[in-house]
């Protein structure tokens, strides 16, 4: 009898199953290619879309024909369990008699794509994966459905990453993702491809091992240290840096701020979102003096954050995360476009949300909620009286009449305690919204936006708006979101911006925005990255005993609720 092979695994012994439905060698990829994993366009197709699942037969019975293959008994598969969940006898997860479900299409398109994204997926999980034949035929559905079952059981997140759970959870993967009301999400879940929570994922480790090793040393006092200083609080901080990889040796002089040392200081300041100018100063010192154990829980409470994002994630995306005050636009995981942001001040919290960025205006005027109305720009002119004439600032009244400014009398209005007018500020210099926005659909009436004030840019911190998020390359970025029509360069850009006239440009490609909230990271450079907790998002959570199940901790932030169409919080 001849022997077939499928990803170079399966022999003979599985010619009862899936070898003896004459299917060609050209489904099955040869032993010299078991990485190669086929591209998701010329994946497996789906099947027909059917309001009840019908019935594949025969599952409990290709349990036991699997089982017999000894090259899959090397993989840690759950057959007991498989065999109990497919007693049963329900539907099918991954098949329908007539090909694949779009669960089991899913799965097999993000197996590769978690792998891509830093994933450790074994070979023969993946070769498999990537060795499905396109078409089901309708003998083999059970056969291949209880296969997909297997390698999903063994390459799973919580089986392959997650210490202490029980040894064979094949079972209870299986049920609990037959019970789920999102099956796509907790296939996505199993399977993170989020480039961010991967890097983070593997530096988990070294920040266990900091907290079992008993953390670091901390230094003393608060007084600011300058390069050329001497004295013990400067070994104190070369031994704290040392500890984390920061300073790569101590200095013959351990006492002496050497330029090696700053270097070393600039570096961590760097990375945790301070002025990087080498003066160890208190907040500097703050910083290097939080524990071992708080960072740990804060990267085991962002990995759970990731996770819980991941499935979201798309291919390409526009990134804000709001701690670290940064936009990015992240393709296939990697960086193409950075802009330093100003975000909402903890009175106005920019929104956690999930949108899609449609349009980008040149010279956009700006029709000014009115809680800014009332407060923000009413303070604005009674403390400087003329400020709505000077920033071309219209007044309406509610019937949509126009008034001139200067006739109306401000601290009447403010003793009168309401606000009968609405405000709309004119495109120009002075237009708060500066020379950019970018629209995209939400309930907060946010926008990404340039600004009139680009000193803030050079603060610390950058917690300044009132809910939108400003970026200190608007221009740049417009042109970057725009380049899919040839015909927007930047010097069009320029020139329009240049002429003052509102003009309205369509994304040729709409790109999804993601409005996020973490705390830790590791960049793409591999150096970790920690801010604070502004808003105080982050709950409280505890360091499992024995670090079992680490990135489970927080089953729940307490970031408000998510709406249909996105996960989003609340700027009130």
Known sequence: ?????????????????????????????????????????????????????????????????????????????????????????????????????????????QVPKAAAAGMTVSAEVQSLMAALPPQVPVEQAADIEVLISALYTVGAYDVTNAPGLPANPGAGLLTSLRAAKDQARMVATQYPSFHMFWRLHA?????????????????????????????????????????????????ADPELYDPALEVAVQAFQKSHGLNNDGVIGKRTIEEM??????????????????????PDMEDRFVFVNIPSTELRVIDNGVTTFHANAIVGKVARKTPLLKSEIFQAKLNPDWSVPAKIARIDMLKHELEEPGYF???????????????????????????????????????????????????????????????????LFEKQDRFFSSGCVRVDDPLGLATFLIQ????????????????????????????????VYMTAWIDEEGVANFRNDVYKHDPSVSIPAGLANPTLIAQQENAATVPAGGRQGSNK
């Open 484 to 515: 899919d029509d040839p015909s927007w360069t930047r010097a069009r850009v320029d020139e329009v911006v240049k002429g003052g006239k509102t003009t309205f440009v369509k994304l040729a490609r709409p790109i999804p925005l993601h409005i």
């Open 289 to 310: 003096n939080v524990s071992a154990e708080e960072r740990l829980k804060m990267v085991l409470l962002n990995l759970d954050r990731m996770r819980t994002e991941s």
């Open 1 to 109: 009898m001849s022997v077939s092979r499928w990803g170079g695994l399966l022999v003979v012994t599985l010619s009862l199953g899936l070898m003896a439905s004459g299917l060609s060698e050209a489904a099955f990829a040869d032993k010299d290619q078991r990485n190669v994993i086929a591209p998701a366009s010329v994946g497996p197709t789906e099947g027909p879309p059917a309001a009840v699942a019908p019935a594949v037969a025969g599952l409990s019975e290709a349990v036991d024909r699997l089982q017999q293959s000894q090259q899959l008994s090397a993989l840690p598969v759950d057959w007991a369990g498989l065999k109990t969940f497919y007693v049963s006898q329900g539907p099918a997860l991954w098949v329908t008699p007539t090909g694949y479900s779009a669960l089991g299409s899913l799965l097999i398109r």
């Open 203 to 251: 530096a988990l480790p070294t920040y266990i091992a900091y907290y079992e090793g008993g953390g670091w040393p901390t230094v003393s006092g608060s007084e600011k240290l300058e390069p050329g200083d001497k004295g013990p609080r400067v070994k104190q901080v070369a031994e704290r840096l040392l500890a984390t990889g920061e300073l790569p040796v101590l200095g």
């Open 389 to 455: 004439a000077n920033k071309n600032v219209r007044v309406f009244t509610s019937d949509g009449r126009e008034v001139d400014p200067r006739a109306v009398n401000w601290k009447q209005v403010k003793d009168g305690g309401s606000f009968p007018y609405r405000l709309k500020q004119d495109a120009g210099p002075e237009n708060a919204l500066g020379p950019m926005k970018l629209d995209f659909q939400n309930d907060y009436a946010v926008f990404i936006h340039g600004t009139s004030t680009p000193k």
